[in-house]
């Protein structure tokens, strides 16, 4: 009997003991688990931050790609060149705002540094086409879908890569 009873109370305070020490791992755990999760919460906001500054490319732009070895021709970079320093048409001169390297002018205020690489690596060919193309509202930039063809507009295009290329 008095064994027995013995033993009752050993198990009473081992139970105790794991009752406390469950109580104690269950509280840090939850701790962590709390702190994990705003951790989580404060991250997915932040993505979502990041993604509400990126524009989604309309369905008529996004599928655009540079004609096939334009990227590589250095005739097209040539002619993108020009048209982007406004030589051929003094209506199309995006230096004035971007800067004859790419980096923003007074004019231009607010738009990304074009020489950047880690700039350029974000954005798709698609992108940029569908930038020049339409004049994003609110924006100080206009849309050159009218005073530059499709061919021209993939050449400044062309350009606009060697300048992000010439910050490496
Ligand atoms: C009157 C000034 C102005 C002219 C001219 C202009 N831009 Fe812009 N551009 C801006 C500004 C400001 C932004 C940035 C924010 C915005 O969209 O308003 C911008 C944005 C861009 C972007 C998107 C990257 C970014 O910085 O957000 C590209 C690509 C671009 N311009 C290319 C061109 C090209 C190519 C031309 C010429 C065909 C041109 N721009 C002419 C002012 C100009």
Request: with cysteine; proline share 5%.
């Amino acid at each position: 009997m008095g064994s027995r009873k013995r033993s009752t109370h050993g198990r009473q305070t081992m139970t105790t003991d794991y009752a406390q020490w469950a109580r104690r791992t269950c509280g840090a755990l939850l701790r962590m688990m709390l702190q994990a999760g705003l951790l989580l919460c404060l991250g997915w906001a932040a993505a979502m931050a990041d993604e509400g500054t990126k524009d989604a490319i309309p369905s008529e732009y996004a599928g655009k790609i540079m004609p096939m070895g334009m990227r590589d021709d250095p005739k097209a970079r040539v002619a993108g060149k020009d048209l982007y320093d406004g030589t051929v048409n003094p209506e199309v001169n995006c230096a004035r705002c971007h800067g004859s390297d790419g980096k923003p002018t007074k004019l231009g205020k607010g738009a990304h540094d074009l020489s950047d690489p880690t700039e350029g690596a974000k954005h798709s060919d698609a992108e940029w086409f569908w930038r020049l193309s339409e004049k994003k509202p609110g924006s100080k930039m206009p849309g050159f879908k009218d005073k530059l063809s499709e061919e021209q507009r993939w050449q400044v295009i062309t350009y606009l890569r060697t300048l992000a290329q010439a910050g490496r």
